[in-house]
């Protein structure tokens, strides 16, 4: 998160040319990855994410980590995950 801040507020530094001031900014969305994600769900997120940033106000960094699993107990005692 730290490092796509630092990008965000790089990118917004105004530049100056041929006498004009160019302002730019960035609305970035950062996600973790599961071992076993499929990378369509981790880029959905991610996508979600800079979204959010954009409704936000634009010009900002937003992070959306995954839902946590939930664990039920079967009759069999085994155990399965549901998202």
Same mark, same amino acid.
């Given at each position: ?39 369509? *769900?981790?880029?959905?997120? $991610? ?5 959010? =940033?954009?409704? /936000? @106000?634009?010009?900002? *960094?937003?992070?959306?980590? $995954? ?5 039920? =107990?079967?009759? /069999? @005692?085994?155990?399965? *995950?549901?998202?």
């Amino acid at each position: 998160m730290a490092i796509a801040d630092h990008l965000r507020q790089q990118i917004s530094q105004p530049i100056h040319d041929s006498g004009l001031n160019l302002t730019v900014s960035a609305s970035i969305g950062v996600t973790l990855v599961k071992p076993g994600e499929l990378i369509d *769900t981790v880029l959905e997120r $991610a996508d979600h994410a800079m979204y959010a =940033a954009k409704r /936000a @106000g634009r010009n900002q *960094t937003i992070c959306r980590l $995954a839902k946590p699993q939930r664990h039920t =107990a079967t009759p /069999a @005692g085994i155990t399965s *995950t549901s998202k």
